[in-house]
């Protein structure tokens, strides 16, 4: 069993790390043609934070863990994702439950 939580941690922490890195690039792309790549890069500020907290989470898990969920969190509130059900499906729960495993696999993996 103690296997197992290395190679989760490094599975779950790729998955969000390519996450990451689509919605960034669809983020920065999405209204580039009306105005150019430099025009739109605040729109993709958002997602280029979520970068951070994710390549944070390789070197500090429980600090890495905990802000892909408050951003998870953010999503929710900032999207009004109570109210458009498929971005919290697509983004928010994805985001708070894959940090939530951070933690977990983290906390798991040392106790033992």
């Given amino acids: 069993m103690k296997k ?3 190679i989760l941690k490094i599975l779950i922490k790729i998955i969000l790390l390519l996450g990451a890195i689509g919605l960034f690039i669809f983020a920065l792309l999405s209204g580039a ?3 150019g790549l430099l025009k739109n890069f ?5 997602w280029l934070v979520l970068l951070v907290f994710v390549l944070l989470s390789f070197w500090r898990e429980v600090w890495g863990g ?3 969920i408050l ?3 953010f999503t929710i509130f900032f999207f009004n994702a109570l109210e458009f059900t498929y971005i919290l499906f697509v983004i928010s729960l ?3 439950v894959l940090g939530s495993i951070i933690l977990l696999t983290h906390f798991i993996g040392n106790s033992n």
Avoid: D, K, Q, R
């Fill in 66 to 68: 905990l802000l892909v």
């Fill in 71 to 73: 951003f998870g969190l």
């Fill in 94 to 96: 994805p985001l708070i």
């Fill in 33 to 35: 043609e009306v105005g």
């Fill in 42 to 46: 605040p729109n993709s500020w958002p």
């Fill in 4 to 6: 197992i939580y290395p």
